[in-house]
């Protein structure tokens, strides 16, 4: 139960404010939006995103160790800042 709980607690917090809670945010804030369908589509993105992650640690492990993750992670989330701001400029 202890290891539930630590793992609970981490992702919790590393999920605070990131871009899938932001996203979240906005659209419930659309008055056409039902707050139930929002909470439905994200709460089963997060588990289907989830789900994946876990395969992929469960039975990528071995082969994962020699792929430089943050460097990925780092750029793709660099790439997707930069996407949202031309959006941005653009008006869309």
Do not use: C, N
């Amino acid at each position: 139960m202890g290891q539930l709980i630590t793992m609970f607690v981490t992702i919790f917090i590393a999920e605070l404010g990131d871009k899938t809670q932001l996203a979240t945010l906005l659209f419930a804030s659309e008055r056409e939006r039902s707050p139930w369908m929002v909470f439905a589509a994200s709460a089963g993105a997060l588990v289907l995103g989830s789900a994946i992650s876990v395969v992929i640690g469960a039975y990528g492990g071995r082969y994962l160790e020699h792929v430089p993750l943050k460097l990925i992670a780092g750029i793709g989330f660099i790439a997707i800042g930069a996407w949202s701001l031309v959006q941005y400029w653009r008006g869309a």
